[in-house]
T-cell receptor, first 116, second 113 residues
Framework: DAMVIQNPRYQVTQFGKPVTLSCSQT?????MYWYQQKSSQAPKLLFH???????NEADTPDNFQSRRPNTSFCFLDIRSPGLGDAAMYLC???????????????FGPGTRLLVL | GDSVTQMEGPVTLSEEAFLTINCTYT??????LFWYVQYPGEGLQLLLK?????DKGSNKGFEATYRKETTSFHLEKGSVQVSDSAVYFC????????????FGAGTILRVKS
Protein backbone atom coordinates (compact mmCIF):
# COMPACT_ATOMS: atom_id res chain seq x y z
CA ASP A 1 0.00 0.00 0.00
CA ALA A 2 1.14 3.51 -0.76
CA MET A 3 1.99 5.29 2.44
CA VAL A 4 4.01 7.75 4.50
CA ILE A 5 6.65 6.14 6.70
CA GLN A 6 8.47 7.74 9.60
CA ASN A 7 11.47 6.32 11.37
CA PRO A 8 12.09 5.84 14.12
CA ARG A 9 8.75 5.92 15.94
CA TYR A 10 10.51 6.92 19.16
CA GLN A 11 13.77 8.85 19.40
CA VAL A 12 15.68 9.73 22.54
CA THR A 13 18.44 12.32 22.38
CA GLN A 14 20.47 14.35 24.81
CA PHE A 15 20.21 18.06 25.38
CA GLY A 16 22.25 19.78 22.68
CA LYS A 17 23.02 16.61 20.69
CA PRO A 18 21.99 16.86 17.02
CA VAL A 19 19.25 14.53 15.90
CA THR A 20 17.73 13.64 12.54
CA LEU A 21 14.23 12.33 11.92
CA SER A 22 13.32 10.76 8.61
CA CYS A 23 10.25 10.50 6.46
CA SER A 24 9.70 8.56 3.27
CA GLN A 25 6.71 8.22 0.99
CA THR A 26 5.59 5.85 -1.72
CA UNK A 27 2.80 8.15 -2.93
CA UNK A 28 5.05 10.09 -5.34
CA UNK A 29 3.66 13.34 -3.98
CA UNK A 30 5.26 16.68 -4.84
CA UNK A 31 4.77 18.32 -1.47
CA MET A 32 6.15 17.19 1.90
CA TYR A 33 5.45 18.86 5.25
CA TRP A 34 6.88 18.71 8.74
CA TYR A 35 4.68 19.49 11.73
CA GLN A 36 5.52 19.70 15.41
CA GLN A 37 2.85 18.55 17.86
CA LYS A 38 3.38 19.14 21.56
CA SER A 39 1.39 17.28 24.15
CA SER A 40 -2.34 18.02 23.99
CA GLN A 41 -1.84 20.67 21.31
CA ALA A 42 -2.62 20.98 17.63
CA PRO A 43 0.06 20.23 15.06
CA LYS A 44 2.05 23.30 14.02
CA LEU A 45 3.64 23.55 10.58
CA LEU A 46 7.42 24.00 10.65
CA PHE A 47 8.17 24.00 6.91
CA HIS A 48 7.30 22.32 3.65
CA UNK A 49 8.83 21.45 0.30
CA UNK A 50 7.21 22.01 -3.06
CA UNK A 51 9.35 19.56 -5.01
CA UNK A 52 12.82 20.97 -4.20
CA UNK A 53 11.58 24.40 -3.18
CA UNK A 54 11.91 24.89 0.57
CA UNK A 55 9.32 27.01 2.41
CA ASN A 56 10.02 27.92 6.00
CA GLU A 57 7.34 29.20 8.36
CA ALA A 58 8.18 32.61 9.77
CA ASP A 59 8.19 31.45 13.38
CA THR A 60 10.15 28.21 12.93
CA PRO A 61 13.33 28.43 15.03
CA ASP A 62 16.69 28.36 13.23
CA ASN A 63 17.49 25.25 15.24
CA PHE A 64 15.24 23.31 12.87
CA GLN A 65 16.47 22.47 9.39
CA SER A 66 15.26 20.18 6.66
CA ARG A 67 16.63 18.32 3.65
CA ARG A 68 14.87 16.66 0.74
CA PRO A 69 17.42 14.74 -1.34
CA ASN A 70 14.81 13.25 -3.66
CA THR A 71 11.04 12.97 -4.12
CA SER A 72 10.67 10.08 -1.71
CA PHE A 73 12.65 11.23 1.31
CA CYS A 74 12.62 14.21 3.62
CA PHE A 75 14.64 14.76 6.80
CA LEU A 76 14.16 16.98 9.83
CA ASP A 77 17.39 18.02 11.53
CA ILE A 78 17.39 19.55 15.00
CA ARG A 79 20.84 21.04 15.46
CA SER A 80 20.82 21.53 19.23
CA PRO A 81 17.72 20.06 20.82
CA GLY A 82 16.41 21.72 23.94
CA LEU A 83 13.96 20.35 26.47
CA GLY A 84 11.24 22.40 24.80
CA ASP A 85 11.71 20.51 21.54
CA ALA A 86 10.34 17.29 23.00
CA ALA A 87 7.25 16.61 20.92
CA MET A 88 5.68 14.42 18.29
CA TYR A 89 6.98 15.26 14.81
CA LEU A 90 4.59 14.52 11.98
CA CYS A 91 5.44 14.23 8.32
CA UNK A 92 2.73 14.70 5.71
CA UNK A 93 2.56 14.65 1.92
CA UNK A 94 0.21 15.91 -0.75
CA UNK A 95 0.08 16.42 -4.46
CA UNK A 96 0.65 19.95 -5.67
CA UNK A 97 -2.72 21.73 -5.44
CA UNK A 98 -4.13 22.20 -8.91
CA UNK A 99 -6.57 24.58 -10.42
CA UNK A 100 -9.98 24.25 -8.86
CA UNK A 101 -9.26 21.47 -6.39
CA UNK A 102 -7.75 21.03 -2.98
CA UNK A 103 -5.25 18.34 -2.25
CA UNK A 104 -5.52 16.20 0.84
CA UNK A 105 -2.54 15.82 3.14
CA UNK A 106 -1.59 12.28 4.16
CA PHE A 107 0.18 11.89 7.47
CA GLY A 108 2.73 9.43 8.72
CA PRO A 109 2.49 7.85 12.19
CA GLY A 110 4.88 10.40 13.70
CA THR A 111 8.15 10.24 15.62
CA ARG A 112 8.01 11.00 19.32
CA LEU A 113 11.17 12.83 20.39
CA LEU A 114 12.35 12.78 23.99
CA VAL A 115 15.16 15.12 25.05
CA LEU A 116 17.07 14.19 28.20
CA GLY B 1 -4.71 35.65 10.66
CA ASP B 2 -6.66 32.53 9.84
CA SER B 3 -7.78 30.46 12.79
CA VAL B 4 -9.98 27.55 13.83
CA THR B 5 -11.89 27.26 17.08
CA GLN B 6 -13.19 23.96 18.39
CA MET B 7 -15.31 23.12 21.39
CA GLU B 8 -13.27 22.18 24.40
CA GLY B 9 -13.16 18.60 25.56
CA PRO B 10 -13.06 16.04 26.70
CA VAL B 11 -16.44 15.01 25.40
CA THR B 12 -17.63 11.86 27.15
CA LEU B 13 -20.53 9.90 25.67
CA SER B 14 -22.13 6.53 26.09
CA GLU B 15 -22.09 4.11 23.19
CA GLU B 16 -24.82 4.82 20.59
CA ALA B 17 -25.20 8.44 21.71
CA PHE B 18 -25.36 11.32 19.23
CA LEU B 19 -22.16 13.29 18.73
CA THR B 20 -21.64 16.92 17.83
CA ILE B 21 -18.26 18.63 17.93
CA ASN B 22 -18.48 22.31 17.07
CA CYS B 23 -15.95 24.01 14.80
CA THR B 24 -15.89 27.59 13.60
CA TYR B 25 -13.26 29.37 11.58
CA THR B 26 -11.99 32.86 10.85
CA UNK B 27 -10.46 33.41 7.46
CA UNK B 28 -10.20 35.91 4.67
CA UNK B 29 -11.76 34.17 1.73
CA UNK B 30 -13.17 30.68 1.39
CA UNK B 31 -10.92 27.93 2.61
CA UNK B 32 -11.30 24.19 2.30
CA LEU B 33 -12.32 22.56 5.58
CA PHE B 34 -11.24 19.25 7.06
CA TRP B 35 -11.76 16.96 10.00
CA TYR B 36 -8.80 14.80 10.98
CA VAL B 37 -8.82 12.08 13.65
CA GLN B 38 -5.86 10.99 15.78
CA TYR B 39 -5.97 7.70 17.65
CA PRO B 40 -3.65 7.27 20.65
CA GLY B 41 0.00 7.12 19.64
CA GLU B 42 -0.73 7.50 15.94
CA GLY B 43 -0.56 10.14 13.24
CA LEU B 44 -3.50 12.03 11.82
CA GLN B 45 -6.00 10.46 9.44
CA LEU B 46 -8.30 12.43 7.22
CA LEU B 47 -11.87 11.80 8.28
CA LEU B 48 -13.75 14.05 5.85
CA LYS B 49 -13.46 17.30 3.95
CA UNK B 50 -15.47 19.96 2.11
CA UNK B 51 -14.08 22.39 -0.41
CA UNK B 52 -16.91 24.87 -0.93
CA UNK B 53 -19.98 26.29 0.75
CA UNK B 54 -22.88 23.88 1.36
CA ASP B 55 -20.70 20.84 0.60
CA LYS B 56 -21.25 17.96 2.96
CA GLY B 57 -18.34 15.69 3.78
CA SER B 58 -19.10 12.23 5.10
CA ASN B 59 -17.18 9.11 6.08
CA LYS B 60 -17.68 6.18 8.47
CA GLY B 61 -21.00 7.62 9.68
CA PHE B 62 -19.50 11.05 10.41
CA GLU B 63 -20.82 14.12 8.61
CA ALA B 64 -20.02 17.82 8.46
CA THR B 65 -21.50 20.60 6.31
CA TYR B 66 -19.59 23.69 5.19
CA ARG B 67 -21.70 26.65 6.35
CA LYS B 68 -20.36 29.88 4.92
CA GLU B 69 -22.98 32.09 6.58
CA THR B 70 -22.00 30.90 10.06
CA THR B 71 -18.34 30.06 9.18
CA SER B 72 -18.84 26.64 10.72
CA PHE B 73 -18.06 23.00 10.01
CA HIS B 74 -19.57 21.02 12.87
CA LEU B 75 -18.87 17.29 13.07
CA GLU B 76 -21.78 14.93 13.75
CA LYS B 77 -22.38 11.22 14.12
CA GLY B 78 -25.69 9.62 14.88
CA SER B 79 -24.43 6.72 16.99
CA VAL B 80 -20.91 6.63 18.38
CA GLN B 81 -18.94 3.49 19.19
CA VAL B 82 -16.16 2.86 21.70
CA SER B 83 -13.77 2.62 18.75
CA ASP B 84 -14.50 6.28 17.91
CA SER B 85 -12.60 7.38 21.02
CA ALA B 86 -9.83 9.64 19.72
CA VAL B 87 -8.82 13.27 19.29
CA TYR B 88 -10.63 15.14 16.51
CA PHE B 89 -9.05 18.13 14.79
CA CYS B 90 -10.85 20.63 12.62
CA UNK B 91 -8.63 22.37 10.07
CA UNK B 92 -8.68 24.75 7.15
CA UNK B 93 -6.40 25.38 4.23
CA UNK B 94 -6.09 27.62 1.21
CA UNK B 95 -4.86 26.21 -2.06
CA UNK B 96 -3.35 29.62 -2.82
CA UNK B 97 -1.19 29.45 0.31
CA UNK B 98 0.50 26.19 -0.44
CA UNK B 99 -2.23 23.98 0.91
CA UNK B 100 -1.00 24.57 4.46
CA UNK B 101 -3.27 23.29 7.21
CA UNK B 102 -4.31 25.47 10.14
CA PHE B 103 -5.61 23.28 12.94
CA GLY B 104 -7.95 23.84 15.84
CA ALA B 105 -6.82 22.78 19.30
CA GLY B 106 -8.45 19.36 19.03
CA THR B 107 -11.32 17.78 20.94
CA ILE B 108 -10.88 14.58 22.91
CA LEU B 109 -13.79 12.17 22.53
CA ARG B 110 -14.27 9.35 25.02
CA VAL B 111 -16.99 6.79 24.40
CA LYS B 112 -18.00 4.47 27.24
CA SER B 113 -19.54 1.06 26.72
Amino acid sequence: DAMVIQNPRYQVTQFGKPVTLSCSQTLNHNVMYWYQQKSSQAPKLLFHYYDKDFNNEADTPDNFQSRRPNTSFCFLDIRSPGLGDAAMYLCATSRRPGQGYQETQYFGPGTRLLVL
Amino acid sequence: GDSVTQMEGPVTLSEEAFLTINCTYTATGYPSLFWYVQYPGEGLQLLLKATKADDKGSNKGFEATYRKETTSFHLEKGSVQVSDSAVYFCALSFREYGNKLVFGAGTILRVKS
